[in-house]
């Protein structure tokens, strides 16, 4: 069992999310970084359901032993005063308290336990899904019961997502109805991600004019998925989140490519986001392949050990290491 | 661009959306509900999801399936608006009309160039179906409604309309399954809940289901909900083959 010692806001359980409902109008949701999930199951081996922080603090404290992975934006990790690597596994013993608190690096951290925490199944998932009325907000009390687990500690190779960049798109079936000239200046714009976010869509600034489509167009509502840059009314961009409607009439200039989506999440307020469009070939070869794990040497708390160990020898989250 | 209907695009990396209409139109819809229900019944290889909107058909599969070719043989294969309709539910949801319960029901009526109780009994008589489910989990568009009902949204819009409030707009009803602004206007409420994750059908309407809405009191609205333990607003179906 896992107390919640201290909670800051939106600090919520999440999974892979509950797919195949988009007929009913409800969206998958899940972890806002699909890929920090990806790192904790290559850390874990079964990561389960997690916790996912954005950008708050939170303090939790065992009653039992556990292997716990740090993944996504990075924070200031500790346990029983001990500082703890990020991007990595760790074994917590039982009675330590764990303290993460921000460090202004990317949005979405993730905890989690080997076996993951045991809390309730809605419709296949446990993630919560606030915006549909699934699941609260984790608070100071909350219990979370898992299985105990021990093992060594690892640490994964991890290529930096955490501060804006380049978002890779494709065409979505209304990116023909804006003219030429305007999707040439989205290319060619940086965009800022704006202090508004959450995960159902992150909104954009940027310097100049909005972006619109010819004519004034009454568009039937279609498919939203994930990743969609949406137009508004007022030309203003909003990238959408795992929690975003299941159908809109506001158009979409394009929609991130699986690959980037972490990174676009994972952008914090302010950082420079740019697109470029792709093919479909492209986008799913950029798909990154599965995780790369390696030991943690014990005691190693420093950034310096932490590259000399990763470069002496990467292995495959397939294979074995204890 | 090409502008015969249907049409397959792309969405996204692992989806394909199949579009019937680039308009609301009652064939299209018909044929959207009909060609899902034909890929649920006979799964393509590699399909992993199939769901229909207002004038579409989204298909996802999995990562490196290609079903395409599948696709646009059964899209092919006959004309799916003429397509008896599958298998569905015919609701009766209660609705208490006017008053506190539907605040713009008189200027709903008056655009509409009918009397308040012309509207109520139009409206509550109006057998309408499901054409999709969006917005929020389980909320109902429902259409299509005679052209005297082609609203334009308001400019202004209303600041909030409770769950469960029946709002109307170019020919189209809403079922508000969350409390929202809107540019719709509010002809009345139900007590239905649109999604309700504790119930054994979560979500309990489907696209191509039919509906009406009986026009209850207002007392007899709160009570019918009250003795509902699904929360469904005292709501019933029946099954159509």
């Known amino acids: 069992?896992?107390?919640?010692?201290?909670?800051?806001?939106?600090?919520?359980?999440?999974?892979?999310?509950?797919?195949?409902?988009?007929?009913?109008?409800?969206?998958?949701?899940?972890?806002?970084?699909?890929?920090?999930?990806?790192?904790?199951?290559?850390?874990?081996?079964?990561?389960?359901?997690?916790?996912?922080?954005?950008?708050?603090?939170?303090?939790?404290?065992?009653?039992?032993?556990?292997?716990?992975?740090?993944?996504?934006?990075?924070?200031?990790?500790?346990?029983?005063?001990?500082?703890?690597?990020?991007?990595?596994?760790?074994?917590?013993?039982?009675?330590?308290?764990?303290?993460?608190?921000?460090?202004?690096?990317?949005?979405?951290?993730?905890?989690?336990?080997?076996?993951?925490?045991?809390?309730?199944?809605?419709?296949?998932?446990r993630a919560a899904h606030l915006i549909a009325g699934i699941g609260q907000p984790l608070a100071s009390g909350d219990r979370l019961a898992h299985a105990p687990s021990d093992g060594d500690a690892r640490v994964i190779a991890?290529?930096?997502?955490?501060?804006?960049?380049?978002?890779?798109?494709?065409?979505?079936?209304?990116?023909?109805?804006?003219?030429?000239?305007?999707?040439?200046?989205?290319?060619?714009?940086?965009?800022?991600r704006d202090t508004r976010g959450n995960r159902q869509g992150v909104r954009l600034t940027l310097d100049g004019d909005g972006f619109a489509t010819e004519g004034q167009l009454d568009l039937l509502s279609d498919f939203i998925l994930p990743g969609d840059v949406q137009m508004t009314g007022d030309g203003v961009p909003y990238i959408l989140g795992p929690e975003c409607q299941t159908t809109g009439g506001y158009p979409r200039i394009g929609t991130v490519i699986e690959a980037d989506l972490p990174r676009a999440m994972q952008a914090p307020p302010g950082a420079a986001l740019r697109f470029r469009f792709v093919t479909l070939d492209e986008a799913r070869a950029a798909r990154p392949r599965l995780p790369e794990v390696a030991p943690l040497v014990r005691h190693a708390g420093t950034a310096e050990l932490l590259r000399a160990n990763l470069i002496g020898g990467?292995?495959?989250?397939?294979g074995e290491t204890e | 661009m090409d502008d015969t209907f249907p049409q397959i695009e792309p969405l996204g990396e692992a989806a394909l959306l199949v579009r019937f209409a680039p308009r609301l139109d009652d064939a299209a819809n018909r044929a959207c509900v009909a060609f899902r229900a034909a890929l649920e019944a006979e799964p393509v290889a590699g399909v992993e999801e199939t769901a229909s909107s207002l004038g579409s058909v989204l298909v996802r599969f999995a990562p490196g399936a290609e079903v395409g070719e599948a696709l646009r043989d059964r899209l092919g294969a006959r004309d799916w608006s003429a397509v008896p309709p599958p298998p569905r539910r015919w609701w009766r949801i209660p609705c208490s009309y006017g008053g506190e319960d539907g605040p713009q029901l008189e200027e709903a009526a008056r655009m509409a160039g009918m009397d308040v109780a012309d509207a109520v009994?139009?409206?509550?008589?109006?057998?309408?179906?499901i054409l999709a489910l969006g917005f929020a989990p389980g909320m109902p568009y429902l259409g299509i409604l005679p052209d005297v009902w082609n609203l334009p949204r308001q400019t202004g819009l209303t600041p909030k309309v409770p769950e469960g409030a029946l709002v109307v707009a170019v020919r189209q009803l809403v079922l508000f399954g969350t409390s929202a602004p809107t540019g719709w206007r509010q002809v009345g409420l139900t007590a239905f809940g649109c999604f309700r994750?504790?119930?054994?059908?979560p979500i309990a309407l489907s696209p191509g289901d039919e509906v009406t809405f009986p026009a209850v009191s207002p007392a007899a609205l709160r009570e019918g909900a009250e003795a509902d333990d699904q929360g469904h607003g005292g709501a019933t179906w029946e099954r159509l083959e």
Do not use: N
Request: glycine share 12%; net charge neutral.
């Open chain 2, 197 to 201: 994750p504790g119930r054994d059908r």
């Open chain 1, 314 to 318: 990467v292995i495959s989250a397939k």
């Open chain 1, 158 to 192: 991890v290529a930096d997502r955490f501060d804006g960049g380049v978002l890779r798109v494709l065409p979505t079936p209304q990116t023909a109805l804006f003219p030429e000239a305007e999707i040439a200046r989205f290319e060619a714009t940086t965009f800022r």
């Open chain 2, 121 to 129: 009994a139009a409206l509550s008589s109006v057998r309408v179906r």
């Open chain 1, 1 to 125: 069992m896992t107390t919640v010692v201290a909670c800051g806001p939106l600090v919520t359980i999440q999974d892979a999310g509950r797919p195949g409902h988009l007929a009913r109008g409800l969206a998958r949701g899940g972890a806002a970084d699909r890929r920090a999930l990806d790192e904790a199951a290559a850390l874990l081996g079964d990561c389960g359901a997690g916790i996912e922080i954005p950008g708050a603090p939170l303090t939790l404290r065992l009653s039992a032993p556990a292997m716990v992975a740090l993944t996504g934006a990075p924070m200031r990790a500790e346990a029983g005063g001990r500082a703890l690597d990020w991007h990595a596994a760790h074994p917590i013993p039982a009675e330590a308290d764990v303290t993460l608190r921000p460090t202004g690096q990317g949005v979405y951290s993730y905890l989690h336990m080997r076996g993951g925490f045991d809390t309730e199944v809605v419709m296949g998932s």
